[in-house]
């Protein structure tokens, strides 16, 4: 479902903006399931909050939680099944961060991922994706909500730039803490532009080379390295926020010192940060993470060079739920 239709929806059965803001509010703070049943029955007009019960069973059907799976690191990842029995994975990080699944699989098919190896199942609707969000906050406050599950936004950019205006507006997420992830299109940043919430990005970089960035990503849109930067740098400079440079780091791929020169040719003077991932081990998939110590004299270096590097070890690896490790699942056994 797509909030445009709940908007109208609820205009149909007689909401001023007032009352469906408070509606929308209410339900990505997924306080209370039933609003209608218990606010006073003057609280809305009439007609609304006789449609209200209806429309608040449907939105509550949209995803439940199938199973949580706890981490070590305080990560929990949500398996959420969808109405139509798909599923999609959501990942609770420490710190009040939710990672959302904006599509089920993915067109883009990068080699290191595994959410990408079926190809794309369907688009997660805007509403789903909010159903994602207040199912989260039934278990934790949600600050800060990153589009880094599974499917790559920019391929469901309606739904997404729909679930990214609810919750930079009624959602009461801060724009900077919305974080739009993608391998980078030329209408992402077009859309961009337009919107009223304009969420943080992060651009999947992963090499430098455009020939070994097509081998890696090979769906992805035609944009070089160097253009992926200068679209970023704009919207950097527009936005205030510094754009997240992604960096898968596989051993004896993209972890040469090749890649440093690049890297600082490419990122010098940039408004940006460079997020080092080492590579989440995925079955079947040939790629390894380099040793500790290669990655960390990398981020020592590009740091000693200018380029603001952070290396990161994604949350949730112990639960399969860091970067390139969600897919769709069937068959775990539900613990709650
Ligand atoms: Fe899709 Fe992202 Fe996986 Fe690439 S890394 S296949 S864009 S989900």
């Known amino acids: 479902m797509r909030i445009l239709e709940l908007k109208q929806r609820l205009r149909a059965a007689g909401a001023g903006p007032s009352h469906e803001q408070r509606i929308l509010r209410l339900w990505s703070h997924a306080l209370p399931r039933n609003s209608g049943r218990r606010l006073p ?6 007609s609304l909050m006789a449609a209200l019960p209806a429309i608040e069973a449907e939105l509550a059907g949209l995803a439940r939680v199938q199973s949580v799976h706890p981490g070590d690191d305080g990560a929990e990842r949500l398996l959420v099944a969808l ?12 710190g009040g961060g939710l990672c959302v699944s904006s599509q089920v699989g993915c067109a883009v098919g990068c080699r290191f991922c595994m959410t990408g190896r079926d190809g794309l199942l369907r688009q997660v609707g805007s509403a789903e994706i909010i159903a994602q969000v207040a199912l989260a906050r039934l278990r934790r406050p949600v600050r800060k909500v990153v589009f880094m599950g599974m499917g790559e936004p920019a391929h469901n950019l309606d739904n997404v730039m729909e679930a990214i205006e609810l919750l930079g507006t009624v959602g009461n997420v801060g724009h900077k803490n919305l974080v739009f992830s993608t391998v980078g299109d030329p209408r992402v940043f077009e859309r961009l532009d337009r919107e009223r919430v304009k969420p943080a990005l992060a651009l999947s970089l992963h090499t430098t080379r455009a020939a070994l960035r097509k081998e890696l990503l090979p769906r992805a849109p035609a944009m070089t390295p160097e253009e992926l930067v200068d679209a970023g740098e704009r919207y950097a400079r527009a936005t205030g926020y510094p754009i997240q440079y992604q960096w898968t780091l596989l051993e004896g791929v993209n972890d040469g010192d090749d890649e440093i020169e690049g890297i600082v040719r490419l990122l010098s003077g940039k408004y940006g940060v460079l997020n080092m991932i ?5 079955d079947g998939v ?50 709650v």
């Open 41 to 46: 029955a003057s609280f809305f007009p009439s």
């Open 83 to 94: 109405a139509d029995g798909q599923t999609v994975e959501s990942v609770l990080l420490p």
């Open 278 to 282: 080492p590579f989440n081990a995925v």
């Open 286 to 335: 040939a790629f390894s993470r380099p040793a500790l110590a290669r990655c960390e004299a990398m981020a020592r270096t590009l740091h000693a060079r200018g380029i603001l590097t952070k290396l990161r070890h994604s949350a949730g690896q112990d639960i399969d739920g860091g970067c390139g490790q969600l897919r769709a699942r069937v068959g775990e056994v539900p613990v």
